[in-house]
């Protein structure tokens, strides 16, 4: 009963933080878009990588007819399988100035910048089909503009959201898994156990983080699943640091005595006694190490060594489009900044609100 009602005194403090139940609820939004993005992207090609040339870098709004000319190619596309992961096979989207119909052939004229003259090319299409051009000309509107390579830089953004989270969620469990079993055993249990966890956790913590996942992404390759890991493998010092800590502070409690009386396994008195009456750091560590873990696959895939081409990334984005800070379109950069840095700090400032909730002196 006591455990209910500090709960509900805890939930009633994060309700009068206004920033924590606002990043909470952005947390939320951004999550609803990471999972359902090839629904809500205008490109849903697998990894929103259809790509425009003569239509690239261009501003937020441009809007420009499309060709699109329907793919050939047979697929078993399921439904959920295009809904969660894109289509494999979209159709061909070219940009045109001008189109026609003619005889079961469409005569059209690309699109060229700067003023050009596009070249005037022809199409066939199947006699079965309207014989119009109402199924083949879309007018399409890129409302965060077009990439160096002529992609929808607003579908980059919501694919790329999918990275950030899987990160964070990814890199956390990892943290926790690793950091709640070494920081217990070093706490619970000490002696010659406790001197040698924290040596490694002493050699882990004098190695610089970005270093050492660079490192552990190189011996382990480069790809999505090893950057996951290696940003995982690095975050659990912090994590065994506050266990270890809080452990021995309340290893002597008169709890932890009396289920020791009873008989109570290690493990047990650990698992059902000790660790949920010290969640509250634990809670608010994730919350950070969640947010450091976003901070550091951006700098990876700026590097160069995290999620790779032709994968959308925040990070990646950025690395692409740097040089275009100085160059008249700092938007093609900022934008990405900008997603990193709303996420980050919506963790941050739910983390505080979490530290002041769940503090019981308070």
């Given at each position: ?31 609803f ?12 090609s ?35 399988n ?5 289509a ?12 026609k ?63 950030s ?30 001197k ?14 970005l ?17 996951f ?6 975050m ?97 950069a ?29």
């Amino acid at each position: 009963m006591q455990k209910q009602g500090l709960t509900t005194l805890a939930l009633q403090k994060f309700k009068k933080s206004l920033w924590g139940v606002f990043s909470f609820w952005f947390i939320i939004f951004l999550a609803f878009i990471s999972v359902f993005a090839y629904v809500l992207a205008p490109d849903n090609s697998q990894y929103a990588n259809q790509m425009h040339l003569p239509i690239h870098s261009k501003q937020p709004g441009f809007t420009i007819d499309m060709l699109i000319i329907p793919n050939n190619l047979s697929t078993n596309q399921s439904f959920l399988n295009r809904m969660f992961f894109g289509a494999t096979n979209p159709p061909s989207e070219i940009p045109i100035t001008s189109s026609k119909f003619e005889l079961h052939q469409i005569k059209y004229t690309e699109y060229a910048s700067e003023g050009l003259q596009g070249l005037e090319k022809t199409v066939e299409i199947p006699e079965n089909l309207e014989t119009s051009l109402r199924p083949f000309i879309a007018q399409k509107t890129f409302y965060f503009g077009t990439d160096n390579y002529g992609r929808d830089l607003l579908s980059r953004i919501l694919v790329g959201a999918r990275i950030s989270f899987s990160i964070g969620f990814v890199a956390v469990f990892i943290s926790l898994l690793i950091g709640i079993i070494l920081g217990g055993i070093a706490g619970y249990f000490g002696g010659k156990w406790d001197k040698f966890i924290m040596w490694i956790i002493n050699v882990t913590w004098s190695i610089p983080t970005l270093l050492l996942v660079i490192a552990i992404t190189l011996a382990l390759g480069k790809g999505f699943w090893q950057v996951f890991i290696a940003v995982g493998l690095t975050m659990w010092v912090e994590v065994a640091r506050i266990v270890r800590g809080q452990i021995m502070s309340v290893k002597e409690m008169q709890y932890v005595t009396a289920a020791r009386a009873l008989g109570y396994t290690d493990f047990r008195i650990i698992s059902k006694h000790i660790l949920p009456n010290i969640l509250a750091p634990i809670i608010v560590i994730s919350a950070a190490n969640f947010a450091a873990a976003i901070l550091i696959e951006s700098g990876l895939s700026f590097l160069g060594i995290g999620a790779q081409p032709p994968m959308s990334s925040w990070g990646a984005m950025i690395k692409d489009h740097y040089n275009y800070i100085i160059l008249g379109k700092p938007y093609l950069a900022l934008i990405p900044g900008l997603c990193i840095m709303s996420l980050v700090m919506a963790f941050m400032l739910i983390g505080n609100s979490l530290r002041d909730a769940l503090d019981v002196k308070a």
